[in-house]
């Protein structure tokens, strides 16, 4: 569902370990989170929770890799931890303000400091520290890196939560509510997917189709007695000639779009796939669409 005015995007929360970042999402929860650590591992991006209001949607994202590693990565390893935060709208750096300044805080912002990602200082269990020494703590890590927010919280406690949401909402662009709003959904992937697919469509066509095609999940369910997923999904174009653009010679462009997406799409979900594509054309959809909204209706 899209709406005007309606802000979404993906947050990711890191920061040493036990500085609180699984305690804030918890109290993040309150009905308003679907936590999803049961879901099928992803190998980058994991979803932890997704916080839905009725002018917004946090989706908060796991991001591995780019705590300091007991072993040396390579730099592939490194890339790709810095690409997956280059990839959310916000990143939420995240310690403990008893503990103050260490080591792994600094291996932490020398990888912020290639990327562009705007990031909020979280300073966690103020409830452990009298207020006169928090500030001398702001200002040591003030002059380590330019923080788009300072915001103290105690996730614990409750403190200043309300706050921190506020300020995160702030940050995010207009977007469409990816996830229902309270109802756990058997594959928060779902959406990823769709945007793989269409990726791929997009970049092997050359962009000779619009932005405007769609791709609708059909399907996604786990074969019994088989370690497969079957993805079944139709790409939506307007026009005969878009849909022969897409298909290409002889099934070709289509073969090629599904086999880039399957290898990403095993790679989201950690799991072998079978994805099977189809075409449709749909004359007008996305005026259609607009003049629905027009009337109030919602994607
Ligand atoms: P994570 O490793 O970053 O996910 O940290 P956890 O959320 O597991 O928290 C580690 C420990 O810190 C737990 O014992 C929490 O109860 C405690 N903790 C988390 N937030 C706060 C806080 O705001 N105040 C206090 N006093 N303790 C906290
Ligand atoms: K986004
Ligand atoms: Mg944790």
Redesign the pocket.
């Known amino acids: 569902m899209s709406r005007e005015g309606y802000k979404s995007g993906f947050v990711s929360i890191i920061?040493r370990?036990?500085?609180?970042?699984?305690?804030?999402l918890n109290r993040v929860i309150g009905q308003k989170i679907a936590i999803m650590s049961d879901k099928p591992q992803t190998t980058r991006n994991k979803i932890q929770g997704v916080y839905t209001t009725n002018d917004a949607q946090i989706i908060f994202i796991d991001t591995p890799g780019i705590h300091k590693p007991k072993h040396k990565l390579g730099d592939f390893m490194m890339k790709v931890a810095e690409n997956a935060l280059k990839e959310v709208d916000l990143i939420l750096f995240?310690i403990n303000a008893e503990e103050g300044f260490g080591r792994g805080d600094a291996f932490i912002i020398e990888r912020l400091k290639k990327i562009n990602t705007p990031v909020f200082l979280v300073i966690?269990?103020i409830?452990?520290v009298h207020p006169d020494d928090l500030l001398p703590l702001i200002e040591q890590y003030k002059s380590l890196y330019e923080f788009a927010e300072i915001v103290p919280?105690?996730?614990?406690?409750g403190n200043n939560i309300e706050t921190l949401i506020e300020q995160i909402k702030k940050y995010l662009p207009e977007g469409p509510q990816y996830y229902p709003a309270d109802q756990v959904t058997d594959h928060p992937e779902r959406f990823i997917i769709a945007e793989l697919i269409r990726e791929k469509a997009l970049h092997l066509t050359r962009e000779e189709v619009p932005h405007s095609i769609a791709v609708v999940i059909d399907a996604i369910e786990r074969r019994q007695d088989s370690s497969t997923v079957y993805v079944s999904a139709t790409i939506i174009v307007e026009r005969d000639s878009q849909k022969g653009i897409i298909i290409g010679k002889q099934g070709r462009m289509l073969k090629e779009i599904g086999q880039r997406a399957r290898v990403d799409i095993e790679a989201l979900l950690g799991s072998k796939v079978f994805l099977e594509l189809w075409v449709k054309v749909q004359k007008d959809w996305r005026n259609k669409l607009s003049q629905l909204r027009d009337f109030g209706f919602r994607e």
Do not use: E, R
């Open positions: 920061g370990p036990n500085v609180g970042k699984s305690t804030f995240m966690n269990k409830d452990q919280i105690s996730a614990l406690q």
